[in-house]
């Protein structure tokens, strides 16, 4: 089965550290999306990028967070400084979107558990 | 803003006992939709998905869904759960061609051995 890859799986920082979370979309889908899911907020949107560029990142806190594709392959979400609010699972989710409103499904990768002490 | 609500935050069922978790969206036009299922400590996983057509979806592991445009709802049924269906379920929906994919704050479901 073709797989969403996201490394690391788990990090432990220290407060005012960079952390860069990466992900391996599905290999020929044109849709990345990156969420934060956390106990009290659960899942919520940060970035979605089609085609490599960013059509929304309106709920990622601009001044310490950004997402980037430098390439179909690889989608990357950095955290600098890293706070302990920051703490939470990171989940990116790779699909295929047609034509119109077509969307074929979205496939999650395993996350990315950070933890910022 | 678009908003999709999940309206059980935990059910508790015995197991054979029907299922049905509601989800409503507030996007009044074309959407795509979804249910994923996340067990313990694992990645959210696809159960099934609307796009076009036959209102009823059939999905994986015996669930199914109904969408129903004028109630702008997209419940989860399951004749008779089973343990092993224990975990959340999160309901999403995909506004248009370059729309956002929101999901609801998911429902814990309990399935009583």
């Known amino acids: 089965d073709a797989r969403v890859t996201q490394t690391p799986r788990d990090k432990v920082t220290e407060m005012g550290q960079e952390v860069t979370m990466r992900c391996q979309p599905i290999?020929?889908?044109?849709?990345v999306f990156w969420y934060r899911q956390t106990m009290m907020q659960g899942l919520e949107l940060l970035a979605y990028?089609?085609?490599?560029?960013?059509?929304?990142d309106s709920g990622m806190p601009k001044d310490r967070f950004s997402a980037e594709m430098p390439d179909a392959t690889l989608a990357t979400l950095k955290i600098q400084p890293s706070e302990p609010r920051d703490s939470a699972v990171y989940f990116c989710?790779?699909?295929?979107?047609?034509?119109?409103?077509?969307?074929?499904?979205?496939?999650f990768g395993s996350g990315t558990r950070l933890t910022v002490v | 803003a678009q908003s999709v609500s999940q309206h059980n935050h935990h059910v508790i069922l015995s197991e054979a006992a029907s299922l049905e978790l509601g989800c409503n969206y507030s996007?009044?036009?074309?959407?795509?939709l979804f249910w994923y299922v996340q067990y313990p400590g694992q990645h959210l996983q696809l159960l099934l998905k609307?796009?076009?057509?036959?209102?009823l979806v059939k999905g994986i592991k015996g669930f199914e869904a109904e969408f129903i445009k004028s109630k702008f709802s997209f419940n989860l049924r399951k004749p008779s759960v089973q343990w092993s269906d224990t975990a959340e379920y999160f309901c999403?929906?995909?506004?248009?061609?370059?729309?956002?994919?929101?999901f609801g704050k998911g429902t814990k479901l309990s399935v009583k051995p």
């Open positions: 989710a790779s699909g295929l979107e047609g034509q119109g409103a077509l969307s074929y499904g979205y496939t």
């Open positions: 290999l020929g889908h044109n849709t």
């Open positions: 990028f089609r085609n490599r560029a960013p059509l929304d």
């Open positions: 996007y009044g036009g074309t959407v795509n």
């Open positions: 609307y796009f076009s057509g036959d209102p």
């Open positions: 999403a929906v995909k506004e248009g061609s370059q729309g956002n994919l929101i």
